[in-house]
């Protein structure tokens, strides 16, 4: 039975909504509980996506393979959760709440219990990528059902909360692991997680309500088969980039190719769902971008990414390869930075609410540009407290960016847009991590070759410093966004 939870949003916000800390007096029970849940899940999932970074090693030799190949355990999630993240937003709107959350957090489940037991490295791929296929699912999921759920005056209190599943989850994913592979086998790492994502399921089953009504859309069969080429081709060809070791033409040649059949892919994808805009449902609606605001805050979260997968990519080759410290240091000495953008999360979103984007915006980007300036300063002889303080600032910096680009892009998209508005912006933010991955470590590679370690880790981020520029200039711009129509989101389109 589909049950209709709506906002309350009358237009008539009380004066005191910007200072009082607790939503729900503002939303039904049932609609904090829908979001609490979705919020568990999203983290448990996001930080599943990082947390085999560090395992690497230790599963080339279990699993008794090369690099490249062990490689595919992150590549082949990235990829798939790539290529399933433009078609969530007809699946949101095909599917209810309800059947949407039960199929992401199935299948990360079964993929979480295979990989537990995997007795070899493809059904171990093969679990990851059925744990990408939920996990690519759920971050479009909870937006979706914040817009739809929460009144315009709790927004940010309330995106602040997602920026801790988004961006604290894969910082402390290193972290995780590395305390887990100090004390136990790699399997473990799935071991943990699966009675919470079991949990989650068994929640989400019992307390989920429908939000909204199932819409019955044509899925456009073409626009699906080209995400494949099309975000797929552009995420591969870029981490081939990036996990190439300067001077090894194959692999070059073959990450080349990869992003010319992943750009033309994107052109003849971008092109039908304009056509489609016209006459049918497309896959991914792009009208989303005529709303300025949203594109600009697009624009922002892909600098911010970058920066932040960079930063995560970037700092433990640093800590590892030029300092000399193991898995679990490298991930304590990360631990603050992931702990401080969780706690400002909330903190940010109540600010937005009162202040709007525009201060939190400009402070956050000047903040992270002259922390990845610092980076670029490293040396052999640079206090570790010193790197752990930089990371901190660094965390701050991308925490007062995340919460507000959310929520002053998504605020003003019409209801019909919700699903695909929260889709581009998880499918910009999955190219845009995968591109300032491969960008940073590619030149880290090249000028290491030739000029050693610590000149490859300054190359890397007084790059990642000049492309951080862009977000001062794009926050600037950032003005505070009312939804579209009536206020809080019911308006018609």
Known sequence: MSTEVSPNTSGQPAPAAATTPAAPEKMSRESVTVIATLLVATFVVILNETIMNVALQRLMVDLQVDAPTVQWLSTGFML???????????????????????????????????????????ILLLARIIQAGGTAIMLPLLMTTILTLVPMSRRGAVMGNVSIAISVAPAMGPTVSGLILEHFTWRFMFVFVLPVALVALAIGAKYLTNIGEAEKTKLDIVSVLLTVPAFGGLVYGLSQIGGGHGGDAGPATTAIAALVIGVASLAVFVLRQVRLQKSAAPVLDLRAFKLRMFTVSVLLMVVAMMALFGGVILLPLY????????????????????????????????????????PLTVTGSVMMVLTLWQFSMLDAGTPVWWIITLHVGLSLGLALLFTPAFTTGLNPLPPH????????????????????????????????????????????????TVIALAAVVLSAMMRKTDAAGAAGGHGTH
Not at 326 to 353: C, H, I, K, N, Q
Not at 427 to 446: D, E, P
């Open 80 to 122: 798939t959760m790539a290529i399933v993240i433009p078609t969530t937003g007809f699946i949101l709107q095909s599917l209810s709440t309800r059947a949407v959350f039960m199929l992401a957090m199935g299948l990360f489940s079964v993929g979480t219990a295979l990989a537990a037991v995997a007795p070899g490295f493809e």
């Open 417 to 464: 847009l919700y699903s695909h508005g929260s889709a581009i912006m998880s499918t910009t933010q999955q190219v845009a991590g995968a591109a300032g991955t491969a960008l940073l470590v590619s030149i880290f590679s090249v000028v290491s070759a030739t000029s050693g370690l610590v000149a490859g880790m300054s190359a890397a981020f007084m790059t990642a």
């Open 319 to 358: 800590l590892q390869e030029v300092r000399g410290l193991g898995s679990l240091e490298t991930g304590l000495a990360l631990l603050p930075g992931g702990l401080a953008m969780g706690l400002l999360g909330p903190v940010v979103g109540r600010l937005f609410d009162r202040i709007g984007p525009l």
